[in-house]
């Protein structure tokens, strides 16, 4: 048996390809599929069928154009109520590439299609080697069950029908089964998702905090406690990925002009996706800045509305391609052209540039000190907030800050801070068309403000403590 896991960092996404004898499947794909036909031909491998384990909100699939460019078979749950043309599979069902069985199980939870995959190598054991748990089990955690919306009653009902699915099957298997799921750490579709990317039934059952013996009722009010808001773009790439996303075209991006570029601002999202240092040099008036060093593709899904034309500001040529691509892996495909030769042409045109100051940590402090009225304004998630956070700082979450930035002033000056710099400068970026002008990130964030040794205020706690490099968080 032929195995590799294909894992996209931006996405926090695992994609697989299982092969024998000449036949393969993959599993998950994302939207470019260049990868899995390239893997397939160096392996010597024909790909007869792909398939998903659900429907994907967090990113388009590249199921329907890798069906077509192989002739191969798509096969979903058989709830997923797919329109592309597909083979729909129910419990116990399986199909054969070589020697290497996929049997189905439904798994029903996250969504009401979900289902996992036992990976049987009939060559060596009649007993499964693996199994692709989707976003059912995940490492150290499962999968979110509010992602049905009107499809699968309420989270509640989800959430019970994942307790059955994991303690009456996923749990049922032997200690020594491998487990594959389709995210590690950073997806929106789990809470506490570990850095691994593979575990076995039995270290999960050990080490993961959802699988621990409990009555149904408790792990049912513990699913639906405190869940992260659903990222604006999940809903729309569920529906591309029911219809099937058409073939990934060559994404061209024309060279704009920067008095085009100036000309298209009114209408389109300026995005500016070089590094937070650069942005901060010299930026568009109006850009927002998602860097391509972080996830940039859900941030983009999150804070670009569905079906916003983009214009792309970037280092190269290089940049534009990269951006391009990751916007369509997230159904954000409007983009219609990139400034030519940077923020460098622009500033030749003579057109203006906005500065944005970055500063360390140990400079937050002193103006702390210095400014009495200086707001402090924390955008990370609600969790690592609580577990730490610069004395007094306000707490407006990236993903709903403009929902919420009138809890804020514009006219005071204004540092804005996150675990390391990527998102409080993203949020520069957004309070910058609101009319904050005295602003600043804050690089390195509170990993280095706690690295650093400075003071932190815990959610909870009556006074401030000293922190150690040990508490740091990434």
């Not at 009939?122 to 069950?145: K, N, Q, Y």
């Amino acid at each position: 048996m032929y195995f590799k896991q294909f894992y996209l960092g931006c996405l926090a996404h695992a994609s697989y390809l299982i092969g024998s004898e000449g036949e393969a499947a993959v599993v998950d794909p994302r939207r470019d599929v260049d990868e899995y036909l390239a893997e397939a031909a160096g392996q010597g491998l024909r790909i007869r069928y792909v398939v998903e384990t659900h429907l994907h909100a967090d990113f388009v699939s590249g199921h329907r154009e890798l069906a077509e460019r192989t002739g191969a078979t798509v096969v979903f749950g058989a709830e997923a109520g797919a329109a592309v043309p597909h083979r729909p599979v129910r419990d116990g069902d399986e199909i054969r590439v070589g020697a290497v069985a996929l049997r189905f199980l439904e798994t029903p939870g996250h969504t009401p299609e979900s289902v996992s995959i036992l990976v049987i190598d009939t060559a060596a054991s009649p007993t499964p080697r693996m199994v692709l748990t989707g976003d059912t089990l995940f490492i150290g955690d499962v999968g979110r069950p509010d992602l049905a919306g009107g499809r699968g009653g309420t989270p509640e009902a989800m959430a019970g029908l994942l307790y059955d699915s994991l303690h009456g099957k996923l749990l049922n298997l032997p200690d020594d089964v491998l487990v594959y799921p389709a995210h590690g750490a950073g997806s929106l579709c789990g809470r506490n998702i570990s850095t691994q990317t593979s575990s076995t039934i039995g270290e999960q059952r050990r080490s993961n905090y959802a699988l621990q013996a409990m009555p149904r009722e408790t792990f049912i009010k513990m699913m639906t406690a405190d869940l992260p808001e659903l990222p604006p773009y999940f809903a729309n790439d569920v529906e591309i990925n029911r219809a099937g996303a058409p073939p990934l075209a060559d994404l061209r991006t024309p060279a704009l002009s920067p008095e085009a570029v100036r000309a298209a601002a009114a209408t389109a999202t300026l995005l500016d996706v070089r590094g937070s240092a650069a942005y901060g040099t010299g930026h568009l008036p109006g850009s927002l800045n998602l860097g391509l060093s972080g996830q940039f593709a859900s941030w983009a899904g999150t804070l670009v509305p569905a079906g916003t034309p983009i214009v792309l500001v970037a280092e190269d040529e290089d940049g534009v391609r990269e951006a391009a691509m990751r916007l369509a892996r997230v159904g954000l495909e409007r983009v219609e052209g990139h400034l030519a030769g940077g923020v460098a042409a622009w500033h030749h045109a003579g057109l203006p540039l906005v500065a944005r100051p970055q500063i360390t940590v140990d400079e937050l402090a002193a103006r702390r000190r210095e400014v009495a009225d200086l707001q402090v304004v924390d955008v990370r998630r609600k969790g690592e907030y609580a577990a730490g956070h610069v004395p007094g700082a306000r707490h407006l979450p990236l993903d709903r800050l403009e929902l919420d930035v009138a809890q804020i002033d514009p006219s005071r000056a204004t540092a804005v801070i996150c675990a390391g710099g990527y998102r409080s400068s993203a949020a520069t970026s957004l309070l910058e068309r609101h009319g904050f002008a005295d602003i600043v990130n804050v690089i390195g964030g509170t990993s280095a403000w706690i690295a650093a040794g400075h003071p932190v205020e815990k959610e909870g706690a009556d006074e401030c403590a000293e922190a150690s490099p040990s508490s740091s968080r990434s």
